[in-house]
């Protein structure tokens, strides 16, 4: 059986392994999500829409752990899937949805919060979808992201590092530092930013999960070269939230 607990993850560390994994569709979710919960302020009751929730795991986590209800929206996966594994945990009080980030199917105001974890770098950095998906908070609503980041700019150092490069290409263009999505978000005061932070254990983070996930699936998991290559030198996540006026 797969160990899969980290230090400073108290909440995730509850959840069993195996129904984690069973979930992979990126770098861990619920230690993504415990460290961005630290920053947001949710609470029993309210409306959170679960952006690019792939199968439900963080869904989940948001229902149990805040008692929010959740609409879990996703492209790529069938909600009949996702609604399967959410309930293998037994959790009420998440609406499973097919819906792409840019025809979101919800009324404007709708949402106390909205989380997207490990996705937002796959239409967030438009320039025009910060006015886009703040539509659907409330006044005072909060967003909240995680997101792959670089602790330097590509325009910084003047190339993509070739061991990221080999795995991810030109979308590494999408990985930013904290501080690029801090004036991104600030410049349009479309919202308070609250926090724009790179995590300190991002990469040892995402190396744990890989090398797990690669033990659970048999085979070894193609991030993994890339973040051995790494050392903890450029790639981390960063954390973002902000608060609608």
Same mark, same amino acid.
């Given at each position: !059986?797969?160990?899969?607990?980290?230090?400073? +993850?108290?909440?995730?560390?509850? @959840?069993?392994?195996?129904?984690?994994?069973?979930?992979? !569709?990126?770098?861990?979710?619920?230690?993504?999500?415990?460290? /961005?919960?630290?920053?947001?302020?949710?609470?029993?009751? !309210?409306?959170?829409? %679960?952006?690019?929730?792939?199968?439900?795991?963080?869904?989940?986590?948001?229902?149990?752990? +805040?008692?929010?209800?959740?609409?879990?929206?996703?492209?790529?996966?069938?909600?009949?899937?996702?609604?399967?594994? *959410?309930?293998?945990? =037994?959790?009420?009080?998440?609406?499973?949805?097919?819906?792409?980030?840019?025809?979101?199917?919800?009324?404007?105001?709708?949402?106390?919060?909205?989380?997207?974890?490990?996705? @937002?770098? @796959?239409?967030?950095?438009?320039?025009? +979808?910060?006015?886009? *998906?703040?539509?659907?908070?409330?006044?005072?609503?909060? /967003?909240?992201?995680?997101?792959?980041?670089?602790?330097?700019?590509?325009?910084?150092? =003047?190339? *993509?590092?070739?061991?990221?490069?080999? /795995?991810?290409?030109?979308?590494?263009?999408?990985?930013?530092?904290? %501080?690029?999505?801090?004036?991104?978000?600030? *410049?349009?005061?479309?919202?308070?930013?609250?926090?724009?932070?790179?995590?300190?254990?991002?990469?040892?983070?995402?190396?744990?999960?890989?090398?797990?996930?690669?033990? @659970?699936? =048999?085979?070894?998991?193609?991030?993994? %070269? !890339? /973040?051995?290559?790494?050392? =903890?030198?450029?790639?981390?996540?960063?954390?973002?939230?902000?608060?609608?006026?």
């Amino acid at each position: !059986m797969v160990e899969l607990k980290r230090h400073g +993850y108290p909440r995730s560390n509850g @959840y069993d392994a195996e129904w984690v994994l069973a979930g992979d !569709m990126g770098p861990h979710p619920l230690w993504l999500l415990e460290d /961005l919960a630290r920053d947001l302020e949710l609470r029993p009751g !309210m409306r959170v829409l %679960d952006l690019g929730s792939g199968k439900g795991t963080t869904s989940v986590f948001l229902a149990r752990e +805040y008692g929010v209800h959740v609409w879990a929206a996703d492209l790529w996966v069938d909600p009949t899937e996702a609604a399967a594994h *959410i309930a293998a945990q =037994g959790v009420d009080g998440v609406v499973t949805v097919k819906a792409e980030a840019h025809t979101l199917p919800f009324a404007h105001g709708f949402f106390d919060a909205i989380v997207c974890i490990d996705a @937002y770098e @796959y239409f967030g950095t438009a320039d025009g +979808y910060l006015a886009y *998906i703040t539509q659907f908070l409330k006044p005072g609503g909060q /967003l909240g992201v995680a997101t792959p980041a670089l602790r330097k700019e590509i325009r910084e150092l =003047g190339h *993509i590092p070739g061991h990221i490069k080999t /795995l991810v290409g030109w979308e590494a263009l999408a990985w930013h530092t904290a %501080d690029w999505w801090r004036f991104q978000w600030e *410049i349009t005061e479309l919202v308070e930013v609250t926090a724009a932070r790179l995590q300190e254990s991002g990469w040892a983070d995402w190396l744990a999960w890989s090398h797990a996930v690669s033990e @659970y699936r =048999g085979t070894r998991k193609g991030a993994l %070269d !890339m /973040l051995e290559a790494d050392q =903890g030198e450029f790639l981390t996540f960063a954390i973002l939230a902000a608060r609608k006026p």
